[in-house]
């Protein structure tokens, strides 16, 4: 017996793909015209959380692995393994927002874009020989959970 | 009447006796009573004086303590307090606060008017706000002067926000003795309430006018209690702390324990179960206990129980009569006043099981996984790497430890070496696909997560399933997003750490927006169920078969296997999250029949999504919490209703309620003690979205119907269709005996969920028991094993591991020597039996490479005696059984025995978390003789403190060091000489001024001087600062050899990687965490050194270091 998909309870595969193309490349688009503005080395929070994305984006992965403290390197493992991810990630583009500073160091906001879900992380960062680093990363909110449409 | 006259003059004797007697100071007839609170009073006027009478007659003998508050705009105070007996108060402290309210106390002993209720007066210098509490105290000293007060405290302030205000801790009180905490402002509208560890005795508040309490505690010696109390923002606040000797001499010895406290009961079936809290022992061990059923508030008739016990079975009650009880405590010197009375309870014939108050939890407990030594694994959701946390529930601790990646929705499930199980993960945290290709495996002995091979696929979502020959496969998940799942399953072998993907069958049908189900039958198949689709299919992994089995005719439920390849499928709705109404639909299917078909029972009583299904320990189901539609967003539900399923009738019962909602990700399993550990709920779309940070206990009906019946042995491990031996007085009573799973649980599918009924045959004393015959019955690992008596009330259960087969022991684990004279203390963890008990131990020393002449021992340490002092030994331990002996232990560490004592570390315990105490456990027993060093971590915005240490077994803490960083955090030293709870297992605890982060380490040293106080310091040095190398100094020199330097490392939890400094031995490290981290080491300090404990730590962390040198015993 084969079972089939009911259509009242499985979201189609896309909706509205054009707009949801559009959107994303749109929002790259500011997202890249403020990084050309405004960015630098990772001498800020925000400026250290730009540039993993943009790295992980790029598959640039030294790059973005070198962003990373030890306990959230741990999760991938070793550079490859994360280039592995992010290769394999559908991430449209993403938008760093505010930074909120912290005993330990700082927490920063940022959206993350892929196709069907989008979520808002803080990302904890911490000096690490005066560079800021990732230590953690926790989502806010997203705009589904496991099984909404 | 005339019969009473003789009894009247032998009381009369008597009495006179007494008095003779205790003139004459026999101690069996003046035995010390603890301090005990009799009666208060309270009264509030704008005068110039007020005065006030107590509701009952005073003692003589006992003790009247005066708080007053006065305030005026002219700074009246205090001038006088007189009482009608002509009793003399003397003034103990004042204290004034900003806004000009004085605060003073006052005290007398009862010497005049015993049996009268004479007026209290008290008078200011001037008209004034007053306001009086008044309380009578029994057991304190009868000095007439201040002598009466051993150690205060006092402060004041203005609160900046609402939270609790202390006077700060008092010097360390020099005997036992009652702390009085005393608290005023001048009304300002707010509620107070007492501070942690404090009894309320007097609360005027909310109030306009003059507001204040008065609370206490009782004290041994060589403690610092500070009074705390919970005021709002923005008041000018006064505490004091007096300390007032007990009776006899001040409290210079042992006396009467305290009473115990928390008294609660719960119904059973003509029964009822008493737990309370054990309390102080008055400086001597407690030797039983005395609970007082009160019918409808009279006494009954008391049962006294042996030893310091916490919770008593009261047989042969009414039912339907209500029931209260209390609780006294009595040692060598006496018994406590009775505890307050508990809660009233009414037994009945059919008790719907009772939940326990929720218990606040640091997060939302998605993920429950039970562990085989009595501890939880548990963790939330949406972090990467993700937080997991260690519930101790015998301490109520929580031990957070990073896992490697974000593990949220993975699948768990036992190895079956006890260790754990994940598989998968949530991607998208940073950067990935939705799911993971992660195996993680979790290590209950030594508390660490590591890595495994990845997974050939990413997965979110999956499941997890133990095969009959100790491998694991994986069904179904997420990958690239939520559209696209794994549609291969793939096998892990832990043995080679290697995933194999069944690539010739394919799941497509079971494209889960939850979890698939998937139970081993015992045809050694695979039953996995989509529950989205309702459908179901044989997954032959051997064969690589996937065969359609059918529909149930339930969608999204909750599913168990209540009994080897019998299925309970109930509840659900047609969709996952939009809201679609539940159901109570219930369908059941017998795998074992020739021809398995789903069959539907009777509904449940309530249409339930997302509720758990728990097997317990009688082979019942319990449902708990659940939603009234699929709206995963809600968290007050008001399903609160338990159901009991009776696999003998397939109809559902309604049980009792619990307190707190539960729904889309709540948790439940068995725990050993029959109970049922429920927790989590919410969270469904980040951790920031409301979610249920507690935990709830529920004990199931088999509970209340009379005495349990308890084993007293039971093999550790065992191998399949053997006959093992399970100890028990209760052996003629026992109806059944069942092997129940650990439990692995989350979002509803407990995928560890086994229950086995076992065949067994009554001996005396015992019942030989018959394991599962085979493994796909039972696979490899760790089960619970319940006995059931007549009355279906469960045993706490034994852990009993299933092996593939049976064989000699491993080698023992953690060898470890203490040298002593011409001799060696060697200790060592149990290992694995092999399937077969072991029948010994031989210890072999070694100089060097060369063996010695080997010990034969039946425990796991031994005094190997007949050594050579100044000669370096290593000893290597072997068990052996029935089958055969071990593999030899690595060696253990090099020990030099010495005419004099060298220390040596045993072992070492820490724990962290917030509240007002904190307490950890030793790993192992402890040994009389020995000396614990304890430091504590304290943390929060208003500055908490440490106050106070203790351990369950009574000995006396010494505060040597207190050191405050530059961002408020402190760490103090505390040690005490273990002189009693040798042989066991010690509970050490830290109390602190008010709820904070706090962090205990403790460790347990051989060889140290065992002198009281601090006549076992030789020096002690702290320094604090920020920079990347932490030291404490140089102490000054040694006076001695083998003295040992121990240096203490605190900070407030910046993540730091830890390391001891040169020249130490690391015994404790917690780092790196976001919390508390914390440090010890040490190294033996010769005569003239002057030893400086450094920590390896990183710049601009604000850190603690102090450096102990103990004296050598």
Redesign the interface.
Same mark, same amino acid.
């Given at each position: 017996?084969?079972?089939t998909?009911t259509p009242d309870?499985r979201?189609p595969?896309t909706r509205r793909p054009g707009v949801l193309l559009g959107v994303g490349a749109a929002v790259a688009a500011v997202v890249g015209a403020q990084f050309w503005l405004f960015g630098t080395a990772e001498d800020t929070p925000a400026a250290a959380v730009s540039g993993?994305?943009r790295a992980?984006i790029d598959e640039d992965c030294p790059r973005?692995f070198d962003l990373l403290?030890?306990?959230?390197r741990?999760?991938?493992?070793t550079v490859e =393994?994360?280039c592995e =991810?992010?290769k394999?990630?559908?991430?449209v583009s993403f938008q760093v927002g505010d930074t909120v500073t912290t005993?330990?160091g700082a927490k920063v906001t940022v959206t993350?874009v =892929?196709?069907?879900?989008t979520?808002v992380?803080a990302v904890t960062m911490?000096?690490?020989d005066g560079k800021w680093k990732?230590?953690?990363?926790?989502?806010?909110?997203?705009? =589904?959970?496991?099984?909404?449409? | 009447m005339g019969f009473l006259r003789p009894r009247r003059a032998r009381v009369l004797v008597a009495a006179l006796l007494s008095l003779v007697l205790v003139g004459l100071g026999l101690p069996g007839f003046a035995a010390a009573v603890a301090p005990a609170f009799v009666q208060k009073a309270s009264a509030r006027a704008i005068a110039a004086s007020k005065a006030v009478s107590l509701p009952g007659n005073v003692t003589t003998g006992n003790r009247i303590v005066v708080q007053v508050g006065v305030w005026s705009s002219g700074n009246a105070t205090a001038k006088t307090v007189k009482d009608a007996a002509n009793n003399t108060y003397t003034k103990l402290t004042a204290v004034t606060a900003s806004d000009g309210t004085e605060l003073s106390v006052w005290s007398a002993p009862v010497v005049n008017g015993g049996g009268t209720k004479p007026a209290i007066t008290v008078t200011a210098t001037a008209k004034a706000d007053l306001g009086i509490a008044v309380a009578e105290y029994s057991g304190l000293s009868q000095v007439a002067d201040a002598t009466v007060v051993d150690q205060k405290s006092q402060a004041t302030g203005t609160s900046t926000v609402a939270g609790v205000v202390t006077s700060g801790p008092t010097p360390v009180t020099t005997g036992d003795g009652l702390a009085l905490g005393f608290y005023t402002d001048s009304g300002f509208g707010k509620t107070l309430a007492a501070g942690a560890g404090f009894t309320e005795r007097v609360n005027v508040s909310p109030t306009s006018d003059m507001e204040f309490v008065l609370e206490d505690r009782p004290v041994g010696i060589g403690e610092q209690p500070s009074a705390g109390v919970s005021t709002g923002a923005g008041v000018p606040w006064s505490v004091a702390t007096i300390v007032f000797k007990a009776a006899q001499g001040g409290g210079n010895g042992p006396t009467a324990p305290g009473s115990p406290t928390s008294v609660t009961a719960q119904a059973g079936n003509a029964s009822a179960t008493v737990n309370w809290t054990v309390p102080p022992n008055g400086g001597s061990p407690i030797t039983s206990l005395t609970v007082t059923p009160y019918a409808n508030g009279t006494a009954q008739t008391p049962i006294v129980i042996s030893g310091a016990v916490a919770t008593l079975a009261v047989p042969n009650l009414t039912n339907g009569t209500s029931y209260t009880f209390t609780v006294a405590a009595t040692n060598t010197i006496g018994t406590s006043a009775p505890s307050a009375q508990s809660n009233a309870v009414t037994p009945t014939a059919s008790p719907q099981g009772q939940w326990a108050p929720a218990m606040n939890w640091p997060f939302v407990a998605v993920h429950m996984v039970a562990l085989n030594n009595g501890k939880y694994l548990l963790w939330d959701g949406?972090?990467?790497?993700e937080p997991t946390y260690l519930w101790d529930p015998a301490t109520n601790n929580f031990t957070t430890i990073?896992a490697?990646?974000?593990i949220f929705?993975a699948a768990n499930a036992h190895l079956p070496d006890g260790r754990v199980l994940v598989v998968g993960g949530y991607?998208?945290?940073?950067?990935?696909?939705?799911g993971?290709k992660d195996t993680t495996i979790f290590d209950p002995t030594s508390n660490t997560w590591s890595?495994a091979a @990845?997974m050939h696929y990413?997965r979110?979502?999956p499941s997890v399933t133990e095969l009959p020959d100790g491998r694991y496969v994986t069904i179904s998940g997420n990958t690239? @997003?939520?559209?696209t799942w794994a549609e291969h399953p793939e096998v892990y072998d832990p043995a080679n750490n290697t995933w194999t993907v069944l690539s010739n069958v394919n799941t497509s049908?079971?494209?889960e927006?939850?979890y698939p189900f998937a139970y081993l039958a015992p045809n050694g198949k695979v039953f996995t169920m989509?529950p989205?689709?309702d459908?179901s299919y044989w997954l032959d992994v051997n064969n690589q078969t996937w065969t359609?089995v059918?529909a149930s005719g339930v969608i999204n439920g909750s599913s168990t296997m209540y009994r080897p390849g019998k299925i309970l499928y109930s509840g659900g709705s047609?969709?996952?999250?939009?809201g679609a109404p539940a159901m109570a639909n219930t369908s059941v299917i017998d795998l074992t029949a020739p021809t398995a078909a789903w069959r539907q029972t009777a509904p449940m009583k309530t249409a339930r999504d997302f509720h758990t299904l728990t097997t317990m320990a009688d082979g019942k189901v319990l449902a708990v919490g659940g939603a009234p539609s699929s709206d995963?967003s809600k968290l007050n539900t008001n399903i609160l209703a338990t159901e009991i399923w009776d696999p003998a009738t397939e109809q559902w019962s309604t049980g009792a309620s619990m307190s707190v909602p539960r729904q889309y990700h709540q948790t439940a399993l068995l725990m050993a003690d029959g109970r049922v550990l429920v927790a989590g709920g919410g969270h469904?779309?980040?951790?920031?979205?409301p979610g249920q940070f507690s935990a709830e206990i529920y004990s199931p009906p088999y509970l209340f119907n009379g005495a349990r019946p308890t084993i007293t042995a039971a093999p550790a491990s065992t191998a399949y269709a053997q006959t093992i031996a399970v100890a028990t007085p209760d052996a003629a009573d026992i109806s059944a005996v069942n092997l129940v799973s650990m439990g692995a649980n989350t979002h509803q599918s407990d995928m560890d969920q086994r229950f086995v009924p076992l065949q067994f045959t009554k001996g005396v004393g015992k019942l030989d028991v018959q394991t599962p015959a085979g493994a796909t019955l039972a696979p490899p690992g760790d089960y619970m094993l319940f006995v059931l008596n007549s009355a279906g009330v469960p045993s706490v259960a034994k852990t009993v591991r299933i092996l593939p087969s049976i064989s000699a022991p491993s080698a023992p684990s953690a060898v470890a020597a203490v040298a002593g004279n011409a001799s060696a203390t060697v200790t060592w963890s149990a290992p694995g039996d092999g399937g077969n008990a072991i029948t010994g131990y031989t210890v072999t020393p070694y100089i060097g490479a060369t063996p010695q002449t080997p010990v034969a021992v039946t425990g796991t340490t031994a005094q190997v005696t007949g050594l050579t002092n100044s000669t370096a030994y290593t000893f290597r331990v072997t068990a052996t059984n029935a089958i055969g002996t071990s593999a030899a232990s690595t060696p253990s560490n090099s020990v030099t025995p010495s005419a004099t004592p060298i220390p040596g570390y045993v072992q070492q315990v820490t724990g962290r978390g917030p509240g007002a105490e904190r307490a950890v456990t030793t790993p192992s027993a402890v040994q009389v003789g020995d000396r614990l060093v304890v430091q504590v971590g304290v943390w929060n915005t208003v500055g908490s403190r440490a106050t106070g240490v203790r351990d369950s077994a009574g000995n006396v803490y010494t505060k040597v060091s207190s050191i405050v960083g530059t961002?408020n955090t402190e760490q103090s030293v505390w040690t005490a000489p273990i002189t009693s709870g040798g042989g066991q297992k010690l509970t050490v605890t830290a109390s602190v001024s008010s709820s904070a982060d706090v962090g205990v380490g403790v460790v347990e040293y051989s060889g140290l001087s065992l002198a009281t106080g601090l006549g076992a310091v030789d020096s002690v040095l702290s320094n604090k600062g920020t920079t990347a190398v932490a030291s404490s100094g140089q102490t000054t020199a040694s006076t001695d050899n083998n003295h040992l330097a121990v240096g203490f490392y605190v900070d407030?939890?910046?993540?730091r990687?830890l390391t001891p400094g040169a020249g130490f031995t690391q015994r404790l490290n917690s780092s790196?965490a976001?919390d508390m981290e914390m440090l010890i080491e040490d190294q033996l300090a010769v005569l003239g050194a002057r030893p400086n404990a450094t920590v390896n730590t990183?710049a601009?962390t604000p850190w603690m270091v102090t450096t102990v040198v103990f004296k050598h015993a």
């Open positions: 017996m084969t079972a998909a309870t979201p595969l993993y994305f992980a973005a403290t030890d306990p959230v741990g999760s991938y493992g =393994r994360l =991810r992010a394999a990630d559908t991430m005993p330990e993350l =892929r196709p069907n879900l979520l992380d911490v000096q690490v990732i230590a953690s990363f926790e989502v806010l909110s997203s705009d =589904r959970g496991h099984g909404q449409p | 949406w972090h990467q790497p990073m490697p990646d974000s929705c991607g998208v945290v940073s950067t990935g696909e939705l993971i890595r @990845d990413p979110w979502y690239s @997003d939520a559209y049908q079971i494209h927006v939850e989509g989205s689709e459908v359609p059918g047609t969709t996952v999250s939009d995963q469904h779309i980040s951790a920031t979205v961002d407030s939890g910046f993540s990687n790196p976001g990183v601009n």
